[in-house]
Structure formats: C-alpha cells, structure tokens
C-alpha cells in the first residue's frame, strides 16, 4: 500500500491498551507484547516499582497488603499517571536492551478516538518523561484499520469494529481519515466483569478476574450453542454462602447467557454509526463489509452474531490482536504519506 521506508533506527510504536501493551520497533515489528499490569511495593507512603508486565501479571489478585498489582490503565487511558509513566518507561528500556538503538526514540502511541485532551495530554507527557525525543499520537480506529490491510487511503467507506480491553471503537474510515467514530466503554474487562456477576447472581460463586479470563477465551461465545448446552469446563472459586472454596462446571450456553449485555452493546455501537454513516459511504460499507479487531474480536462465534444483527457480512483480521500495534507501527514507517492522521504537538 505504500512505498517501504524501514531502516533501522531508534523510533517505536506503542500500543498502549488497558490489557496488554505493545511495542513495535521501526524495521523490526512487535518485539514485545506484555500485560499492561504494574505491581508496587508500598513502604513508609512511597512506591518502588516490583515487577511489570508478565511477572506483575501473575500476582494479580494475589498479593499481600504491603504489595498492590494495578492496571494503570483503564478503558484504554491512563487511570494512574505515575505507574503508568514507570510502565511506559520500563517497556522503552526493555526494548532498548534489545536492539542497537541511536540515541532518544521518536514514539507514537495510539489512543482512543473519544479520549479527552487531558487524557491525551497524560500520555504525550508519560512518554517524553520515559525518554522520547518527541512523543506522537494516532487514534486507534485508523491504526486498527492500516494493521488490518483496509485500503483506507482509497476514497470509499471502510468500517472497522476494534474490541480491545477497555474500549471498543467503530469507525467509518475514508480517504485515510475519520469520517465517523464512536468509542463505547464495553471490551474485554467488561465482558469479565459480567463472567464474575453472572456466577456470583447464579452460582453464588465468587471468581477472580483471572479465571474469568480464562472461561472467556477458553469457552467464551457471543451466540447460544446449537444445542443449548455447548461445552462446558471446571472452575473454582470461592462459595459465597459458607465462604469455603468450591468446583463447579460452567457451559458456553451459560457464558453466552452473561455475555449477553456487553455483546448487545457492541452490535447497538455498530448500527448506530450505520445510521450516522453518509448514504454513499454506507453503500460501500454494504459491499466490502465490516472488520473486526482487537483481542475482543476472538470471542467465539462474535462475527455471526453481529453478522445476525446488521445483516452485513463481518470478517475478523487476520492478526486482530497486533492490528493496532502493527498498524501504530506502518504508520512509524510510512510517516511521509500519513503525517496527517499522527498529531505531534507543536
């Protein structure tokens, strides 16, 4: 799609999301993927930073009181400007060790289209404090569209669905901007927070956000099995009426029944900005159809369900988890022919 520029150097694309981060290195690609989850020691009212990514992961939900593992960041913003600034910098300098790197990075980060100023400023600001020679942003619908291959410098409507951890995005694209975008707080944590209600309101089973995950990719589907039961696996957690630890079995017709809300929000999210798309446009969409995105888009059996709704045709990218760090990164590479979709601040 566009002319190759990647000689190596010292600039990287972030894709910062509220579940895992990104990091792609200019001529190089995504060298490093981990989860977007600081852990901190506190003593005497100051933090020291533990652990971060994958070994602050692991201690979610299981630390003692003087240890707290957060997610810095939230529905796809930084809900914790100092641990998400120790995050940011620990990533820079991960990647740094890896890669014979030329003095400060250019880094361009991509952020949700209805992130506020503020917000925006939050990020620009962590990532020159983290070593950035200048700090660039990118809203995620266009980052998740170039990642996924969509022609979006073509004059025609492309649409693009992005479900990441905190948010998802739907975006009509043409002529290489935004012709319409919303931005719906409902994504990954979402549909894990409706897994532990669901079990807590019909199990009386409390479950940590870990293996709510784990029911969500393992048997998670947007639609009821065909046999109203589908597949079923073993959990644990704790009984909530006599407070000792108990195994039940749950069924993919029950994580459907709890998925049900958030998936419903996501179809509403797509047909309102159908309604909202200009006539011509919309035509286009009808004909190439919609494309899904993000860590959300792997929720089984998703595409049929939206397919069901707005009676389009629905494809998942092929790499719909890197899309937006793969499209934050062609974005790095090719920056002459998209200067005008990353906005550096003057």
Do not use: W
Request: a negative charge.
């Amino acid at each position: 799609m566009f002319g190759f520029g990647g000689l190596l150097s010292s600039d990287i694309a972030i894709d910062l999301g509220t579940a895992n981060t990104l990091v792609y290195v200019k001529g190089k690609g995504i060298v490093l993927s981990e989860p977007s989850v600081v852990a901190y020691h506190v003593k005497e009212g100051q933090k020291k930073v533990l652990a971060v990514g994958e070994d602050a992961k692991l201690m979610l939900g299981r630390t003692p009181g003087s240890i707290e593992a957060i997610r810095p960041m939230r529905e796809g913003v930084i809900a914790d400007f100092d641990t998400a600034e120790e995050m940011i910098k620990y990533f820079i300098r991960k990647v740094h060790k890896r890669s014979s790197f030329l003095g400060k990075p250019k880094v361009i980060v991509c952020v949700p289209h209805g992130a506020t100023p503020v917000e925006k400023r939050a990020i620009r600001t962590s990532v020159l404090s983290a070593g950035a020679r200048r700090a660039g942003l990118i809203a995620e619908p266009i980052s998740a569209a170039i990642g996924a291959g969509m022609p979006i410098t073509d004059p025609t409507g492309n649409m693009v669905v992005d479900i990441g951890g905190g948010t998802t995005e739907v975006a009509v694209l043409s002529l290489g901007d935004i012709v319409y975008a919303r931005s719906v707080r409902v994504g990954g944590d979402r549909m894990d927070e409706a897994i532990i209600s669901y079990l807590r309101r019909q199990h009386n089973l409390l479950v940590g956000e870990s293996t709510a995950e784990r029911i969500k990719t393992s048997i998670g589907t947007a639609r009821m099995p065909d046999d109203g039961r589908g597949q079923s696996m073993h959990i644990r957690g704790r009984d909530l009426l006599n407070g000792v630890p108990k195994e039940t079995e749950i069924s993919q017709a029950q994580v459907a029944e709890a998925l049900a809300e958030p998936v419903q929000q996501i179809c509403e999210a797509v047909m309102t900005a159908l309604e909202a798309t200009p006539p011509d446009l919309a035509a286009d969409i009808v004909d190439r159809g919609v494309m899904l995105t993000g860590g959300g888009a792997l929720l089984g059996q998703l595409d049929l369900a939206l397919r069901e709704q707005t009676g389009l045709a629905i494809s998942v990218a092929d790499e719909s988890l890197n899309c937006v760090a793969l499209g934050t990164g062609k974005a790095l590479e090719y920056e002459k022919q998209l200067r005008h979709v990353i906005d550096y601040e003057s």
